[in-house]
């Protein structure tokens, strides 16, 4: 079973319009982020919050962490064709055998119809 | 940008031949790590490296094997492709600490076996 199950798995809107992803995971974490894949290429960072924090922002980004519920939000606000792309979220799992590693979920793919 | 590098971008090869894909960086990241992602599907780690002479395999079982003899590069080998290793490769580094931060990503190998 995944770790990390994303939701929508496809998102579609207008440009200007605000966009809504959603992740849940299943075991402890020391921190969960946010990725972006433009088609065909490799992935980019887009942010990171930490077990103990519970927002946090990066330009047009917003992410929400509920450890209680196990899951993340990340919202891009007033979007853009640009951001048209696929985007993931991967935990950072607390525990010794498993530091270093990320577990990356299905990932939603986002359109933003000019 | 990130300085993390892979080679061949793609490659289309037959079946039972021995193929190489290519992964530096110049960061001077302790950490690196291979996934393996079919088109529009999750990423799967197959192998990491905490430093030089250490490797590890993924959560995802692979035919490939990795080697780590200097710090800037991580090649993983198939020595006898098959169809069903077609598939997108990614390379990853990180700096060393005990949780997981922000990943840099190569812009991935496709592979197509015939």
């Known amino acids: 079973s995944q770790q990390g199950e994303e939701d929508p798995q496809a998102l579609s809107i207008q440009e200007g319009e605000n966009a809504t992803m959603n992740c849940s995971y299943k075991t402890s974490i020391n921190n969960l982020q946010w990725y972006r894949q433009n088609s065909g290429r490799g992935l980019v960072h887009l942010i990171l919050i930490r077990s103990n924090e519970r927002e946090k922002h990066s330009g047009r980004l917003r992410v929400t962490l509920d450890t209680s519920k196990k899951s993340s939000s990340l919202l891009i606000t007033a979007s853009r064709a640009a951001d048209t792309a696929s985007y993931f979220c991967a935990t950072g799992l607390r525990g010794s055998s498993n530091t270093g590693k990320l577990i990356f979920g299905q990932g939603t793919t986002l359109q933003v119809k000019p | 940008e990130a300085d993390i590098y892979q080679t061949p971008r793609y490659l289309v090869i037959g079946t039972g031949k021995k193929i190489t894909l290519e992964c530096s960086q110049t960061?001077?990241?302790?950490?690196m790590y291979w996934y393996q992602q079919d088109p529009g599907m999750e990423l799967h780690l197959i192998h990491y490296?905490?430093?030089?002479?250490?490797?590890e395999k993924g959560d995802l079982s692979s035919e490939s094997t990795v080697s780590r003899i200097r710090t800037e590069h991580f090649p993983l080998t198939l020595e006898s492709a098959r169809p069903s290793h077609t598939s997108q490769y990614l390379c990853a580094s990180t700096r060393g600490g005990t949780s997981t931060g922000e990943l840099f990503f190569g812009e991935g190998s496709r592979l197509t076996v015939l």
């Open positions: 490296s905490y430093g030089v002479n250490s490797t």
């Open positions: 960061m001077g990241h302790d950490k």
